[in-house]
């Protein structure tokens, strides 16, 4: 998976229209966020497989049919490896590279390069690069 031109240019409108945006899943969850930027970063969709749900409960059935058991570590992976988005050490992350947080949820590289951005309640939440403990190469 390539970035386009203008890459950085299209995500940060992404970003900015996500920002007043409150966590709702199938709309504004941590996976949706995430492959929003890598759809503006690339245009490619990599969670089209995975639309279509409406709540936690929805979103883990989606994830157990998409890659066989519901967790978010083997969807992580089953996408990364389907879109040949490559490992990288977190500490090798760059703006709009997608992270895991100790937390399990998804976040996204800041476009300074030293936060991470996941989607909260009350829209992003912005948090030190310290809380991922993955990350690809997008």
């Known amino acids: 998976m390539q970035r386009i031109p203008q890459w950085q240019s299209k ?3 992404y ?28 245009g490619v969709d990599v969670a089209g497989e995975l639309r279509g749900y409406h709540n936690r409960t ?7 049919r ?6 978010m570590l083997l969807i992580c992976d089953h996408i ?3 879109f040949c988005c490559p490992a990288i050490p977190v500490a090798m992350a760059q703006r709009g590279d997608p992270l895991q947080l100790r937390s399990g949820s998804l976040g996204l590289v800041a476009m300074h390069g030293t936060e991470l951005l996941t989607p909260y309640k009350d829209g992003l939440l912005r948090l030190p690069l310290n809380q991922a403990v993955r990350a690809w190469r997008i």
């Not at 899943?25 to 492959?35: E, T």
């Not at 998409?66 to 967790?71: A, D, F, R, W, Y």
């Open 15 to 42: 970003l900015l229209g996500c920002y007043g945006r409150p966590f709702q899943y199938g709309v504004m969850d941590c996976g949706l966020f995430v492959a929003g930027a890598i759809e503006a970063m690339t």
């Open 11 to 13: 995500l940060s409108a």
């Open 66 to 71: 998409v890659c066989g058991c519901k967790n």
């Open 80 to 82: 990364a490896a389907e």
């Open 58 to 64: 929805q979103a883990y059935e989606s994830i157990r």
